[in-house]
T-cell receptor, first 111, second 111 residues
């Protein structure tokens, strides 16, 4: 069974700092990986989707990379802002339409 | 374009009662799924569907039923509620292998 781990569980940074969130998975036979943000009491908002054939995706200040062979993905956030404070989740998609989520990294950006 | 909608937002049940959580999407997505989110455990896939008339089990299907009679709707039925089913339930939809879009969630409390 796929295991998805996100480290650290919580992160606090001053505004303006660049930061990296990590996601690791145990089975490299994936067909995509998706990063989400979740605000307290809300649903999930998709940030970036990386297909298994891709190495990275970028959207604005966000860049996500994927290394299937090592079972790792990183989400890079440039010039962090207080509005980036949320929980960030990664989800691994496998053949057979099974998806596995990590438990998330709770990010606080201090003004 | 409403995206993914879920009703109700909040529900309290007594042990043994049954209920249906509603989910609808207006994006003509083939894939729909149900997750539950519990503290410290992340989101876990309950059931999913790749099209009308087709459903399959996820990681934690016991105690739940689904059906998919139309592309738009994917209700989740709790047959006999148990306190262990207290959770936040999310519905999601996507094109096959595409970005998943989540609903706002249903908070369920089983007494």
């Amino acid at each position: 069974k796929q295991e998805v781990t996100q480290i650290p569980a919580a992160l606090s940074v001053p505004e303006g700092e660049n930061l990296v969130l990590n996601c690791s998975f145990t089975d490299s036979a994936i067909y995509n990986l998706q990063w989400f943000r979740q605000d307290p009491g809300k649903g999930l908002t998709s940030l970036l989707l990386i297909q298994s054939s891709q190495r990275e995706q970028t959207s604005g200040r966000l860049n996500a990379s994927l290394d299937k062979s090592s079972g790792r993905s990183t989400l890079y956030i440039a010039a962090s802002q207080p509005g980036d404070s949320a929980t960030y989740l990664c989800a691994v998609g496998e053949a057979g339409n099974q998806f596995y989520f990590g438990t998330g990294t709770s990010l606080t950006v201090i003004p | 374009n409403a995206g993914v909608t879920q009703t109700p937002k909040f529900q309290v049940l007594k042990t043994g009662q049954s209920m249906t959580l509603q989910c609808a999407q207006d994006m003509n997505h083939e894939y729909m799924s149900w997750y539950r989110q519990d503290p410290g455990m992340g989101l876990r896939l309950i059931h999913y569907s790749v099209g009308a008339g087709i459903t399959d089990q996820g990681e934690v299907p016991n105690g739940y039923n689904v059906s998919r009679s139309t592309t738009e709707d994917f209700p989740l039925r709790l047959l006999s509620a148990a306190p262990s089913q207290t959770s936040v339930y999310f519905c999601a939809s996507s094109s096959l292998a595409g970005t998943q879009y989540f609903g706002p969630g249903t908070r369920l409390l089983v007494l």
